[in-house]
């Protein structure tokens, strides 16, 4: 899951607006932040390197200290710590280590495979990425809408006005998530456009995440704030 695990920051923030919007929004991504360090540290190197070969599909990547089950016992140990102390309160903390776990149940059912500890361990997950990437694509999108339409009528609920511009600015983030999945889950850019082979350094995959998530935590913690009360 790519965009789906934001909606989880934005309501948590809503319930519990003391831990800010930028923490939320990196515990509820920080697997797949994880995974990019660990890829320059030589731990998890993901493959298409050229991101322009690169699918849903055909992306390949043990995540064994992101993403196992056994590690993810110590992230949400760690996000919990940062959470109770950075905010002086344990409710926070838990809040947060509750979307780390939430991260791990989301890719469950639309993500890549995880394990247990390593690839010769259990499978934990229907890895729907390798096996049906469109069920996959489409669990995400009916889970990013019931979250965006709760998270909107509790706004409502909570009296909190949002202009027209602001709502679009939002739900136009999710939409750019699920269409740029959907562009890439089997057929690569190369492919679809005959681009030709080239390195100019910018074009790896992992790079392009970087830009990718670093963006959407910028955009939604930029945009998620702009409302006024009633």
């Known amino acids: 899951m790519l965009a789906g695990h934001f909606t989880t920051a934005l309501i948590a923030n809503q319930k519990f607006p003391k831990g800010t919007l930028l923490f939320f929004l990196i515990a509820s991504q920080l697997q797949d932040i994880l995974w990019i360090i660990f890829h320059y540290l030589g731990l998890e190197r993901t493959g298409p390197s050229d991101v322009f070969d690169t699918t849903l599909s055909n992306m390949a990547v043990n995540m064994l200290y992101s993403h196992d089950l056994i590690p993810l016992i110590f992230w949400l140990l760690l996000i919990f710590l940062i959470g109770k102390f950075a905010f002086k309160d344990t409710k926070i903390g838990l809040v ?122 910028l955009y939604l913690n930029y945009f998620v704030p702009k409302h006024e009360a009633k």
Not at 142 to 149: D, E, K, Q, R
Not at 171 to 190: E, N
């Open 96 to 217: 947060g280590a509750a979307l780390v776990l939430g991260h791990f149940v989301l890719d469950f059912f639309s993500g890549h495979p995880h394990h247990l500890f390593g690839l010769d361990s259990s499978e934990v997950g229907l890895g729907l990425y390798a096996t049906n990437v469109f069920l996959a694509i489409g669990i995400e999108a009916v889970f990013i809408i019931g979250s965006l339409a709760y998270f909107f009528s509790q706004d409502a609920k909570n009296k909190v006005q949002r202009t027209g511009k602001n709502k679009a600015a939002i739900i136009g983030v999710f939409v750019f998530g699920i269409a740029f999945m959907l562009s890439i889950a089997t057929t690569s850019y190369r492919q679809l456009f005959g681009i030709p082979e080239f390195d100019m350094g910018i074009n790896t995959t992992v790079l392009s995440l970087i830009f990718t998530y670093g963006g959407m935590i």
